[in-house]
């Protein structure tokens, strides 16, 4: 299976690049940390681990590692949007402008891959999007579960 992984510099991202790789999926990861990917690469030898620099906050750059994926020939069958951001914003006093930072950065990060590759999604009717994300350690919901989705396969 061919999964492309967003955030996948460190934290979950990374984790599940190396599990999926070892399990012998090909993973394309994207993050914004050049060093950590060929850092990544480096360890999963690059049959099992490709990467793009990416911020999911720059449409361009996006648009740059979809077209290094379409180059290499590497369609994802599944998207994991795990790339994330959690900034403190209300110690020493509540700041919007963090609030609104982080909510871009794990809203609109993801949706702009879900816009990438859902239309190619549909036409070939298969492909998934996961999205995960581990900023509910810092905000938890008040049962304590951790709060997952992910859009069903087309």
């Known amino acids: 299976m061919h999964i492309l992984i ?4 460190s934290g979950i991202g990374r984790a599940l690049a190396s599990e999926l790789a070892a399990q012998g999926h090909t993973v394309w990861g994207v993050a914004r ?11 999963l030898g690059v049959s099992a681990f490709r990467w793009s ?3 999911v906050l720059d449409p ?12 290499a020939g590497f369609v994802p069958d599944a998207v994991v949007l795990n790339a994330g951001a959690f ?24 949706l702009i891959w879900v816009d ?8 070939r009717k298969t492909g998934q999007f ?5 900023v509910s350690a810092y905000r938890p919901d008040t049962t304590n579960e951790v ?3 992910a859009v069903d396969p087309y």
Request: hydrophobic fraction near 40%.
């Open 6 to 9: 967003t955030g996948a510099s």
């Open 33 to 43: 940390r050049r060093h950590l990917l060929e850092d990544l690469a480096e360890q």
């Open 53 to 55: 620099v990416a911020d």
């Open 60 to 71: 361009a750059s996006v648009d740059a590692a979809v077209g290094q994926m379409r180059a």
């Open 87 to 110: 900034e403190e914003d209300l110690e020493p006093e509540y700041r919007y402008a963090t609030v609104q930072r982080v909510l871009t950065t794990n809203v609109d990060g993801a």
């Open 116 to 123: 990438r590759f859902l239309p190619e999604f549909r036409q």
């Open 130 to 134: 996961v999205a995960i994300s581990s």
């Open 147 to 149: 709060p997952c989705s």
